[in-house]
T-cell receptor, first 114, second 112 residues
Framework: KQEVTQIPAALSVPEGENLVLNCSFTDSAIYNLQWFRQDPGKGLTSLLLIQSSQREQTSGRLNASLDKSSGRSTLYIAASQPGDSATYLCAVRLSQGGSEKLVFGKGTKLTVNP | SAVISQKPSRDICQRGTSLTIQCQVD?????MFWYRQQPGQSLTLIATANQGSEATYESGFVIDKFPISRPNLTFSTLTVSNMSPEDSSIYLCSVEDPGEAFFGQGTRLTVV
């Protein structure tokens, strides 16, 4: 059974700091991995999608990497801002029971202090 | 990317009552997905809704508790029936485009 783990569960940093969020998964047979942002009590906003054949994706100050063989992904946030404060979720897409499913981690709650 | 409108955004309901959550997508999609996020937990798939057929429910979720409608390719509803405090969660509608998931704003449900 695929399990997705995100460490740390919470992270507090001063504004301007570069930071890395971690996501690990137990089964490397994934189609892709997606990073999301979730503001308190709200829905998910897609940040980056990495296909299983890719090593990294970049969008603005965000860079996500994928090492499928070791079951790891990282989300790098450069020059963090208070507006980056949110919970960051990763999810892997895999085949399960004849269809594709998303398996989510519990997220890392990020606080960027001004 | 798909734009998904979900309502209500939040509600406080009495136990024993039912709440229907609506999800509208700005483009036609084959499948729509309903998730639940309990406090402090990750997202769990409730069911997949296909237009013109019965929804497919995941283990632990049943149609009597979470009836779903899918009248056309842009709209779906999820009803949370006979609610108890354990149903207090964020409920999320999702579509895929393809291989990439997009979500609505979520419905924050509190049952008292």
């Amino acid at each position: 059974k695929q399990e997705v783990t995100q460490i740390p569960a919470a992270l507090s940093v001063p504004e301007g700091e570069n930071l890395v969020l971690n996501c690990s998964f137990t089964d490397s047979a994934i189609y892709n991995l997606q990073w999301f942002r979730q503001d308190p009590g709200k829905g998910l906003t897609s940040l980056l999608l990495i296909q299983s054949s890719q090593r990294e994706q970049t969008s603005g100050r965000l860079n996500a990497s994928l090492d499928k063989s070791s079951g790891r992904s990282t989300l790098y946030i450069a020059a963090s801002q208070p507006g980056d404060s949110a919970t960051y979720l990763c999810a892997v897409r895999l085949s399960q029971g004849g269809s594709e499913k998303l398996v989510f981690g519990k997220g890392t709650k990020l606080t960027v202090n001004p | 990317s798909a734009v998904i409108s979900q309502k209500p955004s939040r509600d406080i309901c009495q136990r024993g009552t039912s709440l229907t959550i609506q999800c509208q997508v700005d483009s036609q999609v084959t499948m729509m997905f309903w998730y639940r996020q309990q406090p402090g937990q990750s997202l769990t798939l409730i069911a997949t809704a296909n237009q013109g057929s019965e929804a497919t429910y995941e283990s632990g979720f049943v149609i009597d508790k979470f009836p779903i409608s899918r009248p056309n390719l842009t709209f779906s509803t999820l009803t949370v029936s006979n609610m108890s405090p354990e149903d207090s969660s964020i409920y999320l509608c999702s579509v895929e485009d393809p291989g990439e998931a997009f979500f609505g704003q979520g419905t924050r449900l509190t049952v008292v």
